[in-house]
């Protein structure tokens, strides 16, 4: 994350989770049925032909749900229940892409939804700040896409490829030497994943408080948008999704009619507007959920509302929080209360 502009994505170590919810026999199943995970909390999973994507039965939100009901805490648990019954990103991990991309895909298709992930692993990632980290080099990150091509397979899935990496470019947080590689990098990640049957690829594309699509549009072409399905924008930030729909379409002329998705986690009372310019992104107060994830959007260009960011993780390490990427259980019922 850098100032107000970037993703304030969550650092992606989830530790072949994916791999172990089939291991534990907890994939959901499909129409709707109530499932229970191993351990999490009694979920169902959204009507397909609204939205597609598919619930994780053991997120940390379905396990937050179990604790509050064992603790008695009913009221809680409601709210909760609001984060874990909507489909969320699975950002995949530095150690075992293959294993949790293979994972989470084959719950997914077992419950005939589409799997969600999220791919956050370039070098120099996040510039040292919150989320700082990524692969070793370049070719550290081509082997980590070829196992994450290689556990998706042909199953469905819709892929949001590296938040802030061409953004950070152009603002000038990632150092200059690095952007000929980078832009290699994310050209051949959509050129791999594309080449699978049934994946779709969105490119981040920042959000509607960074700058003007001006300045974004040549360096996404640079980095393949044109090979992609589209872009995302918002991700993992507080624009309302009217603001990330105008500013997406803006985008879209620039880039051949480029469809694209919007995150709508936490959108629901819009951006933070108090307090230090450059931390409003950081777990901010009084946000709120937004729209669900659906595929019935506002606008035709729009193919997707996503929850990328997965509501209840934390920012970083400020006003209170803890690492970056870890649940935050008491922040989780503040969006929940404050949502429709």
Request: net charge negative; hydrophobic share 35%.
């Amino acid at each position: 994350m850098y100032g107000t502009r970037g993703a304030g994505a969550r650092v992606a170590a989830v530790a072949a989770v994916g791999a172990a919810l089939l291991l534990a026999g907890c994939s959901s199943g499909g129409g709707g049925e109530d499932e229970r995970g191993g351990s999490g909390g009694r979920i169902t999973q959204q009507p397909k032909a609204s939205d597609p994507f598919w619930v994780n039965p053991d997120g940390n939100a379905a396990r937050q749900v179990t604790a509050y009901e064992k603790a008695g805490r009913s009221a809680e648990a409601d709210q909760i229940r609001k984060i874990a019954e909507q489909p969320t990103g699975e950002w995949i991990g530095p150690e075992n892409p293959e294993a949790e991309a293979r994972g989470f895909t084959e719950a997914a298709e077992k419950a005939d939804r589409t799997a969600i992930l999220v791919l956050y692993n370039i070098p120099h990632r996040d510039c040292g700040q919150f989320s700082q980290g990524g692969a070793a080099d370049g070719n550290a990150y081509r082997a980590w896409i070829d196992g994450v091509a290689r556990g998706i397979g042909d199953r469905h899935t819709t892929v949001v490829l590296e938040p802030d990496a061409v953004l950070h470019m152009v603002d000038g947080c990632t150092p200059d030497q690095f952007h000929e590689e980078r832009y290699d990098l994310l050209k051949g990640a959509i050129t791999e994943l594309k080449a699978l049957r049934n994946t779709k690829v969105y490119l981040d594309a920042g959000n509607a408080g960074w700058q003007h699509p001006d300045e974004i549009f040549q360096p996404l072409r640079q980095a393949g948008v044109g090979q992609a399905d589209g872009f995302a924008v918002n991700v993992s930030n507080f624009y309302s999704t009217e603001d990330s729909i105008a500013y997406g379409k803006q985008l879209s002329a620039k880039v051949g009619g480029k469809h694209f998705v919007v995150d709508t986690s936490r959108n629901g009372n819009g951006p933070y507007t108090d307090g230090d310019p450059q931390q409003r992104w950081c777990n901010p107060p009084d946000r709120a959920l937004g729209e669900p994830p659906t595929t019935k959007t506002a606008d035709p260009l729009v193919d997707a509302y996503l929850w990328v960011k997965r509501p209840g993780e934390s920012d970083g390490t400020c006003k209170g929080g803890p690492k970056a990427g870890q649940w935050w259980a008491d922040y989780a019922l503040k969006l929940a209360a404050a949502s429709k």
